[in-house]
């Protein structure tokens, strides 16, 4: 307590008890009232004091939260009202590939996540259970936020390390790569322009299910990242639209085989997607539709056609904690389903293009054993209906089944296992199977 507020408080007791010993027949009418008078000024003084005080306590504590605040380790104060967070996770894989029939080549990313495509067909024999570990899916992420007076401005940049590097018998360095780097400005409260790469519009990914796999349910989803402008305007009651126009990108075969599974950027229009996103009480979903530009030009062959596609996937979360997660889709879809197991057409032996109708989706069902166990069943198929005149050894079928069993000591903090079948199968009726025991440990930051 300050000197000052010590010295009212005394002087407001002694006149107190003065006005109480002296007989009230010793004072005469003014003189009561003038000392009532100075008692209510100290009482309102003291008062003052001790508000003034409080208020310079309250000032103190919402500093001392701002600079905890300010100097969080994964949130900072930049210049000019920006905040820098920063994140990411550590993950450690060990796996035990078996292939029936034949082996992926050395060194192939194959041997660190599932590519539907690269699944060996065919009756060569089996090179046995090889085992192999690596931490290349680890990942690292830097955000901003800013508010000026035009709206918030977002930023977003994100690496992972699977582009390779060095050998293993020395250095197992890996190659950092971009996964995503855009930015999001809230123009108004109800509406927003992203421009950069990331998700595609057309993937719902926030329905994912969890796996101890690098992406789960490949063989059936939707998943691609590239360069666009999207515009989104929040709709109430839970939904949303989403425009956007995105880097285009045409991969095809043909009869030969002499261009099977080249990518070519002859494309004059970028790939459009609108998506309607909806949450109602318990379900949540997105309806996409896709249109895009399949082309191809090397100065014999000029060919151009439309393709068209939708997709439809959503979560339905239980009473119980457990959710289900779907997705089905179907049309050109291509490059768009299965990391690009199938072709988005053909060139036939006339010189025709022709654009492949693909069928696939996943679904997912993730149980709460606990509140650190859980696990996840997940079945993920595609088919493809080839462009006419395209060699059976194209892929027709793709399919990995995944059983995955998590457990979390705390929260950001966890340990899995899964086992994972996956099978393809040509056109022409060759197939080939893998059967993959996958271990992890994985810890968020």
């Known amino acids: ?255 030969g085989g002499g261009i099977n599974g080249s990518s070519f950027d002859d494309n004059s229009v970028p790939d459009i997607v609108a998506r309607y996103n909806r949450k109602a009480g318990a379900h949540s979903y997105a309806l996409s539709g896709l249109a895009r530009e399949v082309a191809f030009d090397d100065g014999l062959i000029s060919e151009s056609k439309g393709g068209f596609a939708v997709n439809f996937a959503g979560k339905v979360e239980l009473s119980n904690g457990d959710d289900i997660r779907y997705s089905i889709a179907t049309g050109n879809l291509g490059r768009y389903i299965a990391l690009n197991a199938f072709r988005d057409g053909g060139i036939d032996a006339a010189g025709n293009l022709d654009l492949t109708t693909v069928t696939g989706g996943y679904l997912a069902y993730r149980h709460q054993w606990s509140e650190k166990l859980r696990s996840t069943i997940q079945y993920a198929y595609s088919t493809a209906s080839l462009a006419d005149g395209l060699s059976s050894a194209n892929t027709e079928k793709v399919s990995n089944l995944n059983l995955n069993l998590i457990y979390a000591p705390t929260p950001k903090l966890t340990f899995g296992g899964a086992i994972i079948q996956a099978n393809r199968e040509l056109e022409n009726g060759v197939d080939g199977d893998l059967t993959r025991l996958q271990l992890t440990a994985k810890y968020g930051f």
């Open 1 to 255: 307590m300050s000197t000052k507020l010590k010295a009212t408080l005394r002087r407001t007791l002694v006149a107190g008890f003065c006005l109480s010993l002296a007989p009230s027949v010793a004072f005469a009418q003014t003189d009561l009232e003038k000392r009532v008078l100075q008692m209510e000024a100290q009482i309102a003084e003291l008062k003052a004091l001790i508000v003034k005080q409080n208020q310079a306590t309250d000032t103190k504590i919402e500093k001392v939260a701002a600079i905890k605040v300010a100097g969080s380790s994964s949130n900072l104060s930049l210049s000019r009202g920006t905040t820098l967070s920063f994140g990411g996770y550590v993950k450690v894989n060990a796996m035990l590939n078996d292939y029936q029939d034949g082996a992926t080549p050395a060194a192939s990313v194959a041997q660190r996540i599932l590519i539907p495509s690269l699944t060996p067909v065919g009756d060569g024999a089996s090179d046995g259970a090889q085992f192999d570990s690596d931490i290349a899916t680890s990942r690292l992420f830097f955000k901003t936020s800013t508010d000026t007076s035009a709206g918030t401005i977002k930023s977003h940049v994100e690496l992972d390390f699977l582009s390779g590097g060095g050998d293993e018998r020395v250095s197992n360095s890996n190659n950092p790569r971009i996964r995503h780097a855009y930015l999001n400005w809230d123009y108004a409260d109800d509406a927003s322009l992203l421009i950069g790469q990331t998700w595609s519009t057309f993937f719902n990914v926030g329905v994912l299910p969890e796996s101890v796999e690098f992406i789960g349910p490949t063989s059936g989803t939707i998943f691609n990242r590239q360069t666009q402008i999207r515009w989104t305007k929040k709709l109430g009651a839970g939904s949303s639209f989403m425009l956007a126009a995105e880097n285009p990108s045409t991969s095809l075969a043909e009869a």
